[in-house]
């Protein structure tokens, strides 16, 4: 079985490591400073933060069962994206301000959009065999 | 915050990216060269951070602006030591590469910096 956190693993680790950073204080500004203007936005943006928080302690090895941590978290992360882009498309009132998933992470460069397809590649890649 | 500072950094943290992708394209692993950069990039965010602090009372800035402000120039100042700290403790081409993850997010994070200022 390899690591989900050596060679490539390491560098994806620091990506979404970055993701959990911005968006759990992002999320913290937002619920602080504004969290009745736009509940339903602000809400979603800390699960998202959770959600990047749970992927990167999964894909870096900490806690007691980090492989299944990871593919919960970063399976979530792309139900997440694709249901709420999809939404947000759909119908752009429906957040009225930004989240981090809307229009699939257009806002982002559309790294939330791929970063959970190279996540599970790498869950794949990286999985026991015996 | 005017100064030419702001823009130095930006530029400097893209270079920095870009040296590291050429180390991980011929699979060399960092050096005190790599390291002497980003230390600089780190000094200069620093004078920054001073700079914000010592003029942040003329600017215009709402309450959660202040507070968004020196969110960004804290997280840029502890974004290149933990990637430092995460990138050295294996020697591979994925590890070097996250020091390239850490400029681009150094760059990122004084535009982000720059925005809010303005």
Known sequence: ?130 | MDGPLPLVLIYASLAFAVVVLVYVALARTPDWGLLGFAGLIEAGTLVLLVIAGVQVGNADLSGGATVTLFGYLLAGLVVLPIGFVWSLAERSRGATAVLAVTGLTQAFVIVRTLQVWS
């Open chain 1, 1 to 130: 079985m390899s690591s989900t956190r050596s060679g490539a693993g390491r560098a994806l680790v620091a990506v979404y490591g970055v993701f959990a950073l911005a968006a759990t204080a992002r999320s913290l500004v937002q619920l602080a400073t504004k969290a009745d203007e736009a509940p339903l936005a602000y809400a979603l943006s800390a699960l998202a933060a959770l959600v990047y928080v749970a992927a990167t302690l999964g894909l870096a090895e900490v806690g007691p069962a980090p492989r299944r941590l990871a593919w919960a978290a970063v399976g979530f992360e792309l139900v997440g994206v694709l249901t709420v882009g999809t939404l947000t498309v759909l119908d752009p009132e429906l957040f009225p301000d930004q989240t981090v998933w809307s229009a699939y992470g257009a806002g982002y460069g559309w790294l939330p959009l791929v970063l959970p397809f190279v996540g599970l590649a790498w869950l794949w890649r990286t999985r026991p065999r015996g």
